[in-house]
């Protein structure tokens, strides 16, 4: 794998994520296009900000070897991206329309 196919890998993942927690919450749903694009948004906010640990593509893919590990906490970190991107966004949402 190379480090882009790992970065579409994660945020692919953050937007499943994003769906599925809107699927299931109906509260802090966007509908399919909201929750897709907050998903995405999320997913790249956190991997970049948690990449900088040691969790980027790149450290993932260093010196041509894959390290399995820190592409497990990648897809994690992904996942609550965004979710958390997806809660943050209804919150302000709900916020500005009262």
Avoid: D, E, Q
Avoid at 12 to 21: D, L, T, V, Y
Avoid at 37 to 53: A, E, H, N
């Amino acid at each position: 794998m190379t480090g882009t196919l790992i970065s579409l890998i994660s945020i692919f993942i953050g937007i499943i994520a994003a769906n599925m927690f809107g699927y299931f919450k109906k509260k802090y749903s966007f509908g399919f296009t909201g929750n897709t694009l907050i998903g995405v948004f999320g997913s790249i906010f956190f991997i970049k900000s948690f990449g900088r640990l040691g969790f980027n593509p790149w450290s993932i893919m260093a010196n041509g070897n894959f390290h399995s590990t820190p592409f497990i906490i990648n897809c994690l970190v992904s996942i609550f991206g965004g979710i958390i991107g997806l809660i943050v966004i209804k919150n302000i949402y709900n916020k500005l329309n009262k």
